[in-house]
């Protein structure tokens, strides 16, 4: 823990710049940046179910650890897949931001976020709860998990060709 | 209304071709409220899995074509298919997707209903005359029909049986619940999306291999060598579509997975060989590989007319809302009772390909938004053509159809009922 300027250095103003430097990159579809902003273990997970959090034992809307999102990227980006070439644009906006707790190097922050997206002359809006447990590292900020907890989650969404 | 008089004056028979489709049958509102009429509400149509309701008491919401359905389990164990409205002034009794509880209670005026649907209890009896019985004011219920743990129900309580609805797809059918790997089969939760498309857009893709490599060539691209062997059937020359009569069909991709405890003694995959040495732990050889072969899913997809689909490994429902839209869910499966392993590894299967954010779905519901777009308008002198392999079919032993793998001869089969059920 020594290591790190844990504690101290954690802040509002600083967790706050690295989410929305996150989200400018997510909006930017800049996804081979995003990937180097993750530790190596940890998940992108996007949950159906709203309660819970044992996401290895139930069925995911995503549950990606680095490999497949490593894959996933390629996906949205190798242009083969028709909903993605082009996806939808997008504009998110990250708000109401709360740093829960800070033990040792792990930051658990949590936001609301708005996305608006825009395809075929159609807008689409979600909202979600998005949870973050943040490593500080000697490179800074990662990610080690991101936690998206749509508000429709377990009802009818629509497909989605970029990520939150 | 007869269908030899809809609204834009086309008949069956004009609408649907052996070889084609009209673009109407798209577009059509009137059309899509006589299917309402004549197909979601005659016909035996898929509403749930008896898993989703394990226990007296358990209920889940559903729908039959627009209306709201409960399925209930009721002290005796027995299941119920009832309209979601109270008998009184029409609102749902029930909005809680699935639980457990002893009554439904109307928020309204406080109508109490038993798990069976009967009505129990009004509050303030006095304002009612004493020819009032309750006997009369019951949810409605719709005939339902349980085959392989499958619940369909039918608003027409003279339905033929469901087992001869089924008819040629009941062994099929069965072959698919061998997913369970000797454990019964449940379901794991599922994806729900919606799309801006006719209902028989979904219908006719769940038999149609052809787009596979096109549309889903980025999920292809994400699997290891093997499995993509696997996925290779449009370049194989085993696979074939067979029409099952009723409007049913099954397209088979991977022959060598028909039958799940037919074990080919092909060594495990390599995307398997964590899972098979876990399983080692608890399991000898044979039964390690007759789970492995389980979790791999079966080798094709079952189309059940007019609004269900064992599809390889998992449950596709469609659901239509209107002309223009049509909600999907995909539902997982599992072993009850089985290895959480093997159970983790089929949700980590279906994430990978289905939902609003599989590497497979998002894929699929483009096209199908496409080809609702390019039918916007009803192109009067366009058609909707399924002939491909019209001409190359050979008869099965049931006297029907069978076309190669890419044959249009599913959504053909789909179409005849359709007209058939039109019709009367």
């Known amino acids: 823990m020594k290591d790190f300027p844990a504690q101290t250095d954690v802040n509002l103003a600083v967790v706050t710049e690295f989410l929305w430097m996150e989200a400018d990159l997510l909006d930017a579809k800049e996804y081979v940046e995003w990937l180097q902003l993750w530790t190596a273990t940890g998940h992108y997970v996007i949950p159906v179910e709203k309660e819970g959090d044992d996401f290895a034992n139930c069925l995911n809307i995503a549950y990606d650890n680095a490999l497949m999102r490593d894959m996933r990227v390629k996906r949205l980006q190798g242009g083969f ?3 993605a070439a082009p996806p939808a644009e997008s504009v998110r906006t990250v708000s109401r931001i709360v740093i829960d707790s800070v033990e040792g190097s792990l930051i658990t922050v949590r936001a609301a976020q708005h996305v608006m997206e825009d395809k075929f002359g159609r807008q689409r809006s979600f909202a979600m709860n998005v949870t973050w447990k943040l490593e500080q590292t000697e490179e800074g900020l990662k990610i080690r998990d991101k936690i998206i907890r749509l508000l429709n989650s377990d009802g009818m969404l629509t497909s989605i060709s970029y990520l939150f | 209304m007869s269908l030899d008089q809809t609204p834009g004056g086309i008949g069956t028979d004009d609408l649907v071709l052996n070889d084609r489709v009209k673009t109407p049958m798209y577009e059509d509102p009137a059309l899509f409220n006589e299917e309402m009429e004549k197909i979601f509400g005659k016909v035996w149509v898929w509403v749930g899995h008896t898993s989703e309701v394990p226990d007296k008491g358990s209920f889940k919401l559903s729908y039959v074509g627009l209306q709201p359905v409960i399925i209930s389990r009721d002290r005796k164990g027995e299941i119920h298919v009832l309209v979601n409205r109270c008998r009184h002034r029409a609102a749902t009794v029930c909005e809680i997707k699935k639980g457990k509880t002893s009554s439904f209670q109307c928020p ?3 109508w109490g209903y038993a798990l069976n649907g009967e009505l129990r209890a009004i509050p303030y009896t006095e304002g009612y005359n004493t020819d009032f019985d309750k006997k009369d004011f019951g949810l409605k219920q719709l005939k339902v029909g349980i085959f392989e743990g499958m619940i369909f129900a039918s608003y027409n309580m003279d339905v033929e049986p469901l087992e001869d609805f089924l008819g040629n797809a009941k062994p099929w059918i069965k072959l698919f619940m061998k997913q369970g790997g000797g454990y019964p089969v449940k379901t794991l939760g599922e994806h729900q999306f919606k799309v801006p498309m006719n209902w028989k857009i979904q219908l006719e893709n769940t038999t149609d291999a052809y787009h596979f490599p096109i549309v889903h060539k980025s999920f292809l691209q994400s699997l290891d060598g093997e499995a993509t062997e696997t996925f290779s059937f449009m370049d194989d020359d085993d696979g074939y579509v067979e029409d099952l009569g009723n409007g049913h069909s ?8 028909i039958d799940l405890d037919n074990d080919d003694g092909a060594p495990i995959p390599e995307r398997f060989a964590e899972l098979a040495e876990d ?11 007759r789970l492995v072969r389980a979790v791999g899913g079966c080798g094709f997809n079952l189309n059940l007319f007019p609004n269900a689909a064992c599809s390889l490994s998992f449950f596709r429902i469609l659901r ?10 995909h539902i997982a499966i599992g072993m009850d009772g ?4 093997a159970n983790q590894m ?8 289905q939902g609003p954010m599989g590497f497979g779905s998002p894929d699929d519901a483009e096209i199908w938004e496409r080809v609702q777009r390019g039918s916007a308008g009803g192109g009067e002198d366009i058609d909707v053509m399924v002939n491909r392999g019209l001409g190359l079919e050979k008869t099965s032993d049931n006297g029907l159809p069978v076309g190669d793998i890419s044959a249009e001869t599913g959504m053909r089969s789909a179409y005849k009922m359709w007209k058939k059920v039109m019709e009367q």
């Open chain 2, 346 to 353: 089929r949700m980590r299967i279906h994430e990978h390909f």
């Open chain 2, 320 to 329: 239509p809302v209107s002309v223009h839209e049509t909600e999907i869910r």
């Open chain 2, 279 to 289: 399983l080692r732990k608890d399991y000898d050889e044979a039964q390690v590989r």
């Open chain 2, 338 to 341: 089985g290895p959480a392993a």
């Open chain 2, 108 to 110: 309204y005026h406080g």
């Open chain 1, 81 to 83: 897949s028709i909903s």
């Open chain 2, 250 to 257: 099954v397209m088979v991709m991977m022959p060598e997975f």
